[in-house]
Structure formats: structure tokens, C-alpha cells
């Protein structure tokens, strides 16, 4: 509750929720988010007990550390996302064009290998991470995901079945951790990324997916209105983001202004090329004829060259 205006605000401010919600006051502080956020407390508390309140706090927060943990293990195991690709001018482009000529059957190549896959490339990796690594370990941890949701099903719902020693019960617990621990092991393997951080997360990729199993079975722990009564949030929450936020979102913003910045800079160097470059042919052709001609070449290029 106490930190929900300034989400609200950073939200706001991105364009994911409506922009009203990121005005301040005179003095730095985001008035219209604080009074949506208390509003909104006030409102649930008067329609829901105590009990109903804390079990949607709890269920939203073991899922936004599922979430966190997920995406710790994703990220590690993605290549360097720090590189920028260095932006080359027409001329050093037109001179690396034979030199991308002569790698083109490589990077085919290295193409091809890299969309398929085999169980030697899961099993003995690359030292270094790649794209088709980085989409294993996504494929990897959604099925860890699926896995520790159905042994947290099992162990909550099916403990009289798990306690008489039922054949089907132990026998699918036992294939779920089997599993388990073959996913874990299957991305300790994969190459992890080589950036640097002030902080890494010890113990990849068992503590992260310890965290998913105890938050997940925490969350199966629940009632079910608090899952019907979260659904719903969440429903509501997709509606505004796909209706609205998905839309105004600044996030993919500065990448389309770069990508036209970038588009615009070839053209205005041609332009600024094709002034200069005409001209510059006709002082070496009036050389020949006359001196006059030569004279008047050197102003118009040195004129031309000036206004690019």
C-alpha cells in the first residue's frame, strides 16, 4: 500500500496507465497518484475483510517474486545486451562491402546451425552465450514453471494420496522431481552471459528456481476466492494494458526516433555528397578548357560544400 503511489506514478510517467496520474506538485510529489492510490485502498477495504485483503497482498507479491526470479534466470543466460552496433558512414560501408561478401557463407552457415538444435547442443553448449541458447533457457524455465506448478498441485491437493502410498501419486511425484532436477541441470549447462554487475544473484540456477517452487506452492497454499478475486484483477489489469498502455507506452519510443534519426543521416549525407561531388568535377574539366571556368567551379563548390 505504501509504495503503490510512486509505482503508480513511474507507471504514469511511462504511459502504461493513464498520464493524469503523473502530475506533481509544486514541491515534487505525485498528488494525483496518492489520492487514485488511497481511493482505491479506501475502496477495498470497505468491500472486503482483512483476511481477503492480506490474501490478495500475499498472492500479488509471490508472484511478482516468481516473476522476479524467472526473469533472472532469462536474463543471465542471454548474450551481451549492452553492445551497440557502431554506426558506420555510406563510404566505410561501401568499403566493408566486400569484406561482408566474402563472410556471407559463414554467417549462413552459423545461421542454419543456429535455428536447429540436438541433444549434443543442450548437452555440451558453446562457451559463450548465443541466441539459440538464450531461447533454450526460456523454453527450459516455462517448463520449469509448468512442472513446479503441477508437483505444487500434487503435494497440496493430493497429500492423503501421497501419505497412503498410492502407486499413481508417488510414482508422479517421482517423475516431476526427476524432471525437475533435469531442467536445473539442463540450464547449468547453458553458457551464462559474461557481463558484469554490481550485484549477480549467487547459486544459478538452483536458488532462482528454488524461490519459483516456494513462492508457486505458497500460492497454490491460497483459497480459492482469492484466486477468482485475483483473476479478476489481473483481468482488468490486461484490459487497461492492451487498451491504453500498450499503446502510449514510452518504452519503444526512443527506438523508433534512433532508428529515423538514423534512416535520415545516409540521406542528408548523400544530399550533402551530391552537392559537393558535381561540382568538384567541374574545376578538373575547366582546368582543361580555361582558366575562367576553373575559377568559377571553385566558387559554386566552395558555396555548395558550405550550405551542407
Known amino acids: 500500500m505504501f509504495p503503490l503511489p510512486r509505482i503508480l506514478f513511474a507507471m504514469a510517467r511511462d504511459g502504461l496507465l493513464f498520464r493524469f496520474l503523473a502530475k506533481v506538485s509544486k514541491r515534487q510529489s505525485p498528488v494525483a497518484a496518492t489520492l487514485t492510490a488511497g481511493c482505491i485502498s479506501a475502496l477495498m477495504a470497505f468491500l472486503f475483510d482483512l483476511k481477503a485483503l492480506v490474501d490478495m497482498m500475499s498472492i ?3 508472484l511478482a517474486y516468481s516473476l522476479v526470479a524467472a526473469c533472472v534466470l532469462i536474463l543471465r543466460y542471454q548474450p551481451s545486451l549492452n553492445y551497440e552496433q557502431p554506426q ?7 568499403l566493408a562491402g566486400s569484406e561482408r561478401e566474402s563472410t556471407a557463407s559463414d554467417s549462413q552457415m552459423s545461421m542454419l546451425q543456429g535455428h536447429s538444435f540436438s541433444l549434443l547442443t543442450l548437452i555440451n553448449p558453446s562457451s559463450l552465450p548465443t541466441e539459440q541458447s538464450a531461447t533454450m533457457v526460456s523454453f527450459l524455465v516455462g517448463l520449469l514453471g509448468f512442472l513446479v506448478c503441477g508437483l505444487s498441485i500434487l503435494t497440496t491437493y493430493g497429500i492423503n494420496f501421497l501419505a497412503n502410498l498410492e502407486p499413481w501419486s508417488v510414482g508422479l511425484l517421482a517423475a516431476l522431481v526427476v524432471l525437475l532436477a533435469i531442467i536445473i541441470l539442463a540450464i547449468w549447462r547453458q553458457p551464462q552471459s559474461q557481463q558484469k554487475v554490481a550485484f549477480m544473484v549467487p547459486f544459478l540456477p538452483l536458488l532462482p528456481s528454488f524461490s519459483i517452487l ?3 506452492y505458497l500460492m497454490v497454499q491460497l483459497s480459492g476466492d482469492t484466486w477468482v478475486r485475483f483473476s479478476i484483477w489481473m483481468a482488468l489489469g490486461f484490459f487497461i494494458y492492451f487498451a491504453y498502455g500498450i499503446r502510449h507506452s514510452t518504452e519503444g519510443r526512443p527506438r523508433e526516433e534512433d532508428e529515423d534519426s538514423l534512416g535520415g543521416h545516409p540521406e542528408d549525407d548523400d544530399g550533402c555528397w551530391g552537392k559537393s561531388a558535381t561540382p568538384e568535377k567541374d574545376p578538373l574539366r575547366g582546368l582543361s578548357e580555361n582558366e575562367h571556368s576553373s575559377e568559377s567551379a571553385h566558387f559554386i ?6 550550405e551542407c
Open 60 to 62: 500479488g507479491t509471490l
Open 214 to 216: 516456494v513462492n508457486v
Open 301 to 306: 563548390t566552395s558555396e555548395r560544400t558550405s
Open 88 to 94: 558506420y558512414s555510406t563510404e566505410k560501408e561501401a
